[in-house]
């Protein structure tokens, strides 16, 4: 790489789930050779495809889920101070790590990038109880807000959250864009229908039901209870189906229940080896009540030519014709078994997500005078277009 590349400083924290593993990835790939990129991490052992494409700064975090902007911050700002980076984005957290980015970068005088990972403004109502509520209000309703205001651009992975930012913070359309999460859908081919048998059979499918995959953790927000209560109104009506589950979380034990003729559970599996599942399933079912845009869920199922039966969340109805608004819903269009795959959207394709990035994050380095193929304020406005104000479905 050249010395003229400016450098890119990315706060990851601690604890990455699989799904960021996979992001940080695949940013990694599409901004390599175009920015000296730095990992800020509290982590010990990032999987090899991160360290091939970053530098990784190890720092300490301590216990307290409490202290962690502070750390991020005094992370961010020792950084800044040794290596006058061009350029500070949160991977993940905005609400800890993004308010870390917000508050060094400015500090520090250097240029800042928020992700909002998710839809922050939903999370009070989804939660349960006064308690929760009130937690939910601090994390989301004021720290992350807080981080949204003060970052120099703020970048969403879905439209309608970003509406929603316009809507509370009031930001200049230019300074916001949406960018969904990098997706390598090269790991991600169609099946044919002798690859699906034979990765059913290597996957200890039952070769003669249909595969209906779920691949996430197996919680409230993710919509678990739905999917369980689809499971069992399919188990009762005795169709040739059997759910295949990619994740683990509270639900586990009920589904196990079920049995597994109906449901196989799979446990957790490194993101590397999730593509298999997806040569092996009939149709995904993704019944998640919040999502700040489109989830890697969704993207992976468009490129692999998978049909996706989905809760109208976020923005999945903008890509999915089969929506299920419960687990009723969910149910009748499993056993029905119209599963046509909808088609992948053109932006998926990698070439143009590396342009949109490299773009994007040029700009926001101040080394391009606009942001070019990502068309920032385009995608701003067409958020703001859209209602902000829907109710969101807590059922």
Known sequence: MGDDLPRLGVLAGR???????????????????????????????????????????????????????????????????????????????????GLAVALAGRMAGVPTIVRMTGNSYEQVAL????????????????????????????????????????????????????L?????????????????????????????RRTVLYVGRLTFLKGADRLLAAARLVG????????????????????AALGPELVHLAGPVPHADVPAYYQAADAVVFPSRTEG??????????????????????????????IARGPEDMARLIQAGDWRPDPMPEDLAWDWQVA???????????????CGLVDADRSAKRAASRPGDETTDAG
Not at 136 to 158: F, K, N, P, T
Not at 248 to 253: H, M, N, T, Y
Not at 299 to 312: C, D, Y
């Open 15 to 97: 604890r990455l789930a699989p799904n960021f593993h996979a992001f940080l990835g695949n940013l990694g790939e599409i901004l390599n050779g175009t920015f000296h990129c730095d990992l800020l991490l509290a982590d010990r052992n990032p999987p090899a495809r991160i360290r091939a494409h970053f530098r990784i700064l190890p720092y300490r975090a301590p216990g307290p889920a409490i202290l962690e902007p502070l750390a991020g911050i005094l992370a961010c700002r020792a950084y800044c101070r040794r290596e006058r980076p061009d350029l500070l984005m949160n991977a993940c957290q905005p609400q800890t790590l």
């Open 127 to 178: 939660a349960a109880g006064p308690v929760a509520k009130a937690k939910a209000w601090l994390i989301h309703e004021v720290l992350a807000d807080a981080a949204y205001r003060w970052g120099d651009r703020v970048v969403s992975i879905g439209e309608r959250s970003l509406s929603m930012l316009l809507a509370r913070t009031g930001r200049a359309p230019g300074s916001v864009a949406v």
């Open 180 to 208: 969904p999460q990098p997706i390598d859908v090269r790991a991600f081919r169609p099946a044919s229908a002798a690859e699906r048998a034979a990765a059913k059979r290597r996957l200890g499918l039952a070769a003669d």
């Open 236 to 255: 009762a009506a005795g169709g040739a189906v059997q759910f295949c589950i990619v994740g683990e979380g509270p639900f586990v034990a009920e589904f």
């Open 293 to 322: 845009g489109v989830p890697n869920v969704v993207f992976e199922a468009l490129a692999a030519r998978v049909p996706v039966i989905a809760a109208p969340t976020g923005d999945v109805a903008h890509l999915v014709s089969r």
């Open 356 to 370: 949109r990035y490299r773009a994007f994050f040029l700009a926001a380095a101040g080394r391009a005078g606009a």
